[in-house]
């Protein structure tokens, strides 16, 4: 009798036949179809060839081929493709089968799909899978969530998957029910690209202030890998910076400087407002894509908006290294404000996230993969119930230490004209975070005096809301009070 496979996975794409391989490496027997059948039978004669994989050339063909309860993954492009899967699976699948759809998806699409399947009596994942092309082969981090019930089917192959960090513990575990697995991928890709952009803010203060070389830029990305900084996106700027084109020069150079975006970071930011959270650093960084892909505008504005002329005068050595103060600093704000909207969410959704298992599925095989994320486990191991990460001891202990670097740099590109706008919102954070008292006084003032919008008093309790008739003319009336 024909063996029956593990699992059963529909899209062969890069991070497709990359997990297929992983899997079956780890001793897992595994099905695969895809809509173009063609790559069903071009994986299996090439790098399938010889390995306990099936393929399979329609979806009834694939899940008889799958031992029950059936488990079939998903990894095609997020959207209507997704949905479309869904229903040609249905047909073919029984009660208690598992759907897992491990792409880029929105959130709140697998809240819907998780009541919809099991309204089937089927089961339903979401979840994150995180590391590229090299993850998928070698292990990455994933983040599942949904259907409770199914990860008891499921944790053995994820886990076996999955990278490991030096004691062996896997970067993944059950986030929570129905969209949480998602959620928590998409706020990594909004910090992945705040990440990407402190260090691109870095890079260019070094090149357009300081004036090095690649080769110069790459000697000190190297140093920081071998320290605090050390993570996955400082480790290969530091080998891009190395890398020559065929004809000697740097290529990074010759890359033109408009930034792509699939999306996740929006969804990031668009998250954020919805729940009211600061995540400015995040959101700078996503804008700073837009703008970089506004090449033509800004190749004519170049010529027009003439401003200061750059000038340098002090110790290189030493503004290197509030740079890096800086992008440390900054980097801590931008986990915060990610973690801020993560607790917010679950509050909201009701959900159970162990942020300290977060950040211990983000240690290996992800983006963001850092040592860094030691430390946030460290801190919600002590205090579970952290508040923001900027008031656990150590975090507080460097921002505060750091910020005269930070200023420094923040106050050195201003006034040389280089746009640093993840550093600068960083900074006005962690300025806005630790003042008592801020402005809004002034804003509810002027909101109650042109739309009756109501205040607060400091001389009366919390919840008290008042109106002033500001012109002498208003009455007594006054808007309903709401937040958003």
Partial sequence: MKQLADIGLIGLAVMGENLVLNMESKGYTVAVYNRTVQKVDNFINGRAKGKNIIGAHSIEELVKSIKRPRKVMLLVKAGSAVDDFIEKLIPYLEKGDIIIDGGNTHFPDTNRRTEYVESKDLLYIGTGVSGGEEGALRGPSIMPGGSKEAWKEVKPIFQDIAAKVSDGSPCCDWVGENGAGHFVKMVHNGIEYGDMQLICEAYYIMKELLGMTSEEMHEVFKEWNEGELDSYLIEITRDILAFKDDDGKPLVEKILDTAGQKGTGKWTGIAALDHGVPLTLIGEAVFARCLSAQKEERVKASKELKGVERN????????????????????????????????????????????????????????IR????????EAFDKNPDLDNLLMDPYFKNIVISAQNSWRKVVS???????????????????????????????????????GAHTYERIDKPRGEFFHTNWTGRGGETSSSTYNV
């Avoid at 006034?415 to 640093?420: A, M």
């Fill in 312 to 367: 340098f005068a002090g110790d290189k050595n030493t503004f290197i290294e509030d740079i890096k103060n800086a992008l440390y600093a900054s980097k801590i704000v931008s986990y915060a404000q990610g973690y801020v909207l993560m607790r917010t969410a679950a509050e909201e959704y009701g959900w159970n996230l162990n942020y300290g298992g977060i950040a211990l599925m983000w240690r290996g095989g992800c983006i």
């Fill in 370 to 377: 850092s040592v860094f994320l030691g430390k946030i486990k």
């Fill in 412 to 450: 050195v590109a201003a006034l040389n004209g280089i746009p640093v706008p993840a550093f600068s919102t960083a900074l006005a954070y962690f300025d806005g975070y630790r003042s008592e008292r801020l402005p809004a006084n002034l804003l509810q003032a002027q909101r109650d005096y042109f």
